[in-house]
């Protein structure tokens, strides 16, 4: 069961991926992108206070960072505290300048003793669809 919910999860968040970001013009470059999940436990008494974090961390790198080409993050609807986040690097260097930036050093200082797990999972995109 946990596998079928975490399948839905990846799906939601590749449909949302696919239908946002990518079109026919740009499947040249994705091969170079980086793509990242970051599976990630709050503590649910903090989970207010993380998820400000959060987004502020997220929208922050977005609008100053070239490099960094999008975020999703979401929530289990049955246990909010489970957050599945969607990063999309222009590639490796981006990921590597984003992690070095104050925002970002401030974000995981922030919210170190929120997170109770945290899992990263490199993927690589394998297709893409969109309505016109």
């Known amino acids: 069961m946990r596998l079928n919910r975490n399948f839905k999860l990846f799906a939601l968040i590749a449909a949302c991926l696919l239908t946002v970001f990518f079109s026919k013009n740009t499947m040249a470059q994705q091969k170079h992108q980086m793509v990242r999940l970051a599976k990630i436990q709050v503590d649910p008494l903090q989970l207010e206070a993380y998820n400000a974090a959060l987004k502020e961390q997220m929208a922050t790198a977005v ?3 070239p490099g960094v080409l999008t975020y999703y993050a979401v ?3 049955n246990n909010p ?6 990063e999309i690097y222009a590639d490796t260097a981006a990921y590597k300048a984003h992690i070095e930036t104050p925002h970002f050093k401030k974000y995981k200082e922030t919210v170190q003793h929120m997170v109770k797990s945290l ?6 995109l394998i297709g893409a669809a969109r309505k016109p």
Do not use: F, M, Q, Y
Not at 119 to 124: A, G, M, P, R, S
């Open 119 to 124: 899992e990263l999972v490199d993927v690589d």
């Open 81 to 86: 505290a489970h957050i599945t986040i969607l």
């Open 63 to 65: 609008s100053v960072e």
């Open 75 to 77: 929530a289990d609807k």
